[in-house]
Structure formats: C-alpha cells, structure tokens
Nanobody, 122 residues
C-alpha cells in the first residue's frame, strides 16, 4: 500500500515561486506514476502535473505549463513540483497522487496524500 506525504505549502506572494514535495512509502516496487492535483472549495479537483517514476513521461496542465517543473528524486522516493510566477489563481489545496500510468484524470490514481494548502497573496 502506497503512503504519500506532502510538504511545502504555505503563504506565497504573487510573482514568487512555490515548491511542493511528496514522499512516497511503498511496500512493493511497481512501475508507477505520480501526480499533483489541486482543489479549491466548491470546485472539482484539477490536474496540475504528472511524472512517470522513470522520469521519461511528464505532463502539465495548460494552467501551469511553461512556469512549472515536476521532477523526481528516486533515491529519496520523492517528487517535487515547482511553480513560478504564481498568481492568486494558484491558491488551492495541493494533493499528491500515485497511480500506474501518467494521466491527467484523477480516476486513474489510487493513492492520495492528505494535501497541503497553498495561498497566494496579491
């Protein structure tokens, strides 16, 4: 069973950068993908970025493409999301997810972290 723990949320000024980290603990080693989604109250969960554990496949949402980087550190079982030039529209609770393939749909991810809140001040 995969356990995910996010960190790095908090208050960020508009125009700045945020960096989120997700660490996974997995009892069995399988080919996998990990992703970031975000959600604001009253809205559906929104895809942000995903990466295969090999690092060969990466996908970004249009809303963050060009100003975001997702990467993984296999030695630490960690993925990292950096978003630059943030705006108040990036305010959300960010969730790390684990699945078997890179996808922009949350239905294909079977394990989720508790989430970390990011608030961007204008």
């Amino acid at each position: 069973q995969v356990q995910l723990t996010e960190s790095g949320g908090g208050l960020v000024k508009a125009g700045g950068s945020l960096t989120l980290t997700c660490t996974r603990k997995e009892r069995s080693f399988t080919t996998s993908a990990m992703a970031w989604f975000r959600q604001t109250p009253g809205h559906e969960r929104e895809f942000v970025a995903a990466i295969s554990w090999s690092g060969e496949t990466i996908e970004y949402a249009d809303s963050v493409k060009g100003r975001s980087t997702i990467s993984r550190d296999r030695s630490k079982d960690t993925i990292i999301l950096q978003i630059n030039n943030v705006t108040p529209e990036d305010t959300a609770k960010y969730y790390c997810a684990h699945g078997l393939v890179v996808s922009n749909t949350d239905l294909l991810y079977k394990a989720w972290g508790q989430g970390t809140q990011v608030t961007v001040s204008s």
